[in-house]
């Protein structure tokens, strides 16, 4: 067997803070990409790969590595065809934290210890496929399975949310939350698509948008829905933070050329979504919102893709920007303002760890403990390695004793071994300094620390 129940514990000590206190914690996932559509209507899905490889961006890039041909990826092959090439690509993802998923997926969710490869791969297609139509592999019923207590899933301003009133009303005993998710209100830069957002919000709201203060009066009518229906929680996806200077006037001209499809400047653009940034993190203050910023990525880098296939396809990547200047900027305005709500910020670029750690730490205060947040280990960093150097600078530049914890970040309703893959992670780390005398060998002491990254902190952290 190669799961055991013993996978990345390689020290007497992390074995037992893993089974004695890790293990037993349920999982607060707080930032994910998982449909309320689905759990509203507790879908059971016909087959493997609809559940499992569908919208899977992390397979798809290993599938064009492995030279498989996009027909069987994102084309138009059967549901069959296109898991027996997930199947022929998994042996290649060796080292790769795929491989790993990959296999603690299937045990977890189906019992399943064999390995994924061409030979095994009809026989777990058939059997995972036979098991997922019965009624306790619905997908509340697999929530439950991984003793899942809150989802955090996320939503677009115009959403109407139908469907997290749908779960409210049917009293699923999991919360799941929205989240308020306003970047396309800041994506000025996208010229038509951006006008045609600007209209769509225009129907939700009831008014017409046509200048930038009618835009933050609009926003604030559906962050105000939001918060009606449970949202305590905003998401912010940007290459870097914005701290340009501007005046109140400066931008509701910006804003409107951006609304006629006029050519707006780099500067200009940088003006705007510094200004929209900053009054939607009013917002959140206001409310006592959480704030996340996932900062770092660089989108849709293979243009005759993305004109092919849109955007979240697997075309993104790390990306390389300054960011020390803008983030002190930002978060020293709002602090000025006392408009600095609790923050998570999860950085994609590694050489930036420690920058954004020690800068996150200049802005805690009184409010509450880990008011700033060094998010955790995020997309391309999501991997044992990328985990470690997480948990060491977090240790380095704050107090891991007041982490949050990890999310799953994921459009997948397997994905929650990803939770268990952090947990043993976190406990081989500390259990080898036990190990190693460089922790106290105290169970009672790092096992409460383990039980508090793993779910307590966050169930502390989000709650107003």
């Known amino acids: ?10 020290s007497e000590a992390a074995v037992k803070l893993y089974h004695n206190y890790a293990k037993l914690q349920p999982v607060f996932d707080y930032h994910c990409h998982l449909s309320p559509k689905d759990i509203a209507e507790d879908r059971q899905f016909e ?26 990826i994102t084309g138009n092959a059967t549901d069959y065809e296109k898991f027996l090439k997930w199947a022929e690509t998994v042996p290649f993802t060796l080292r790769n934290p795929l491989y790993h998923w990959t296999h603690l997926e299937l045990k977890n969710y189906f019992g399943i210890t064999t390995l994924l490869n061409s030979d095994t791969a009809e026989s777990i297609y058939n059997h995972c496929s036979d098991l997922l139509k019965k009624p306790e592999y619905s997908i ?3 929530l439950r399975r991984m003793n899942v207590k809150m989802i955090g899933t996320t939503d677009d301003p115009t959403d109407d949310l139908l469907y997290h009133k749908q779960i409210r009303d049917q009293n699923f005993e999991i919360a799941v939350l929205p989240t308020f998710r306003p970047d396309k209100a800041t994506e000025i830069e996208k010229g038509e698509v951006f006008i045609n957002w600007i209209k769509k919000l225009e129907t939700v709201v009831g008014f017409a948008i046509t200048t930038y203060q009618l835009v933050l009066k609009a926003l604030l009518e559906r962050h105000d829905y939001f918060h009606q229906l449970g ?22 001209v910006i804003f409107k050329k951006g609304l006629k499809g006029e050519s707006v400047s780099v500067l200009e653009i940088n003006k705007y979504k510094s200004a929209i940034l900053f009054d939607l993190a009013l917002m959140n203050k206001t409310k006592s919102w959480v704030q996340q910023f996932h900062i770092g990525a660089i989108r ?7 004109n092919t296939l849109g955007s979240d396809q697997g075309y993104d990547s790390i990306g390389d920007t300054n960011r020390a200047e803008s983030m002190r900027t930002f978060f020293g ?27 996150l730490g ?8 880990g008011k700033m947040q060094y998010g955790a280990a995020w997309w391309f960093l999501d991997q044992k390695q990328g ?53 106290p060998n105290d169970y009672e002491l790092i096992g409460c620390l383990v039980e508090n990254i793993c779910y307590k902190n966050a169930a502390n952290y989000f709650k107003t």
Not at 4 to 9: I, K
Not at 333 to 359: C, F, H, R, W
Not at 362 to 369: H, K, L, P, Y
Not at 403 to 428: A, P
Request: proline share 1%; hydrophobic share 35%; charged share 20%.
């Open 1 to 10: 067997m190669y799961i055991t129940e013993d996978f990345l514990l390689h």
């Open 47 to 72: 087959n493997l790969f609809q559940i499992w490889i569908d919208g899977d961006h992390y397979k798809y890039r290993a599938m064009r590595a492995n030279g498989i041909n996009e027909k069987f």
């Open 140 to 142: 509340k019923n697999l």
């Open 362 to 369: 200049n802005f805690n205060d009184s409010d509450c403990v």
């Open 333 to 359: 305005k709002l602090s000025d303002s006392d408009g600095l709500a609790k923050t998570i910020v999860y950085n994609l670029n590694p050489s930036d760890s420690e920058m954004v750690a020690s800068m």
């Open 300 to 306: 849709n880098n293979n243009l005759k893709m993305f």
């Open 231 to 252: 949202c305590r929680v905003s998401d912010h996806g940007h290459s870097n933070f914005y701290g340009e200077t501007y005046t109140d006037s400066e931008i509701d």
């Open 387 to 439: 985990i470690e150097n997480q948990l060491n600078v977090l240790s380095n530049f704050g107090l891991l004793s007041r982490f949050v914890g990890m999310v799953t970040d994921s459009r997948s309703f397997l994905s929650y071994s990803r939770h268990e893959y952090f947990r043993r992670i976190l406990c081989n780390v500390l259990g080898n300094e036990i190990q190693n005398g460089e922790l």
